[in-house]
């Protein structure tokens, strides 16, 4: 994980002067995709472990790093990046002079992976034999969020907050649920309230240098 260009690498270091042959991914040129770069898959897959680990810290700052917005805040760091800054990139280079460049972008794979890093795994809701569930991992800086979830022709308008319980705690219309929410197509508009428990204890934040695995 390298903060002074934020981009999380993929077998570091590359492949161009080892005898090792990790196949095709060898012919990329060093610090592209695979080959030493950040291969935004796994970049995703990484905050995608983090999270199930509950490790929130560490989960929401790879996102952070791999958000695109983020490298196109200002004149200077656009002038690095050098792609879209509204769709995700599936690559960032990691090799002078050309580190943190953007790569391939309008590359579907990658934006359907964030967008269930965001959906599922760090917000929380999942939706599975016709229930729907919140489990997220909070982020430290955040008071609390609302997802507002259309099932069918009916709004559920659902706020996570904090609280102290072992587990989430979710309330639909006041009226405690112990398996998530039975989505029901009634028309009406539906408050969910889910409380969530902190996050838990962490090891010491990554370093540059350091691989997310």
């Known amino acids: 994980v390298r903060r002074d260009t934020a981009i999380v690498q993929l077998l570091d270091p590359p492949f161009d002067k080892s005898?090792?042959?990790?196949?095709?991914?060898?012919?990329?040129?060093?610090?592209?995709?695979e080959n030493g770069g950040q291969y935004t898959h796994a970049a995703v897959w990484a905050a995608m472990a983090?999270?199930?680990?509950?490790?929130?810290?560490?989960?929401?700052?790879v996102f952070d790093m791999i958000n695109p917005v983020n490298h196109a805040r200002g004149a200077e760091s656009v002038s690095?990046?050098?792609?879209?800054p509204y769709v995700v990139a599936a690559d960032v280079y990691a090799v002078a002079p050309h580190s943190g460049r953007g790569g391939w972008t309008w590359y579907t794979g990658s934006a359907g992976w964030m967008y269930r890093l965001v959906v599922e795994s760090l917000l929380g809701l999942r939706v599975a034999d016709g229930r729907l569930r919140i489990v997220?991992?909070?982020?430290?800086?955040?008071?609390?969020?609302?997802?507002?979830?259309?099932?069918?022709?009916?709004?559920?308008?659902i706020t996570?907050?904090?609280?102290?319980?072992?587990?989430?705690?979710?309330?639909?219309?006041?009226?405690?649920?112990?398996?998530?929410v039975l989505l029901v197509d009634d028309g009406i508009e539906h408050e969910v309230l889910v409380r969530a428990p902190g996050t838990i204890a962490v090891a010491p934040a990554i370093h540059s240098g350091d691989a997310a695995q």
């Open 19 to 33: 005898s090792l042959n990790p196949g095709y991914i060898k012919g990329y040129v060093p610090g592209v995709r």
């Open 136 to 157: 997220p991992v909070l982020r430290p800086d955040w008071p609390s969020y609302r997802i507002s979830y259309r099932h069918r022709g009916t709004m559920y308008r």
């Open 160 to 180: 996570v907050s904090p609280g102290d319980e072992d587990g989430p705690v979710t309330l639909l219309d006041g009226v405690a649920m112990e398996d998530g």
């Open 50 to 61: 983090f999270a199930k680990l509950g490790d929130a810290a560490r989960a929401w700052e």
């Open 80 to 84: 690095v990046y050098k792609v879209e």
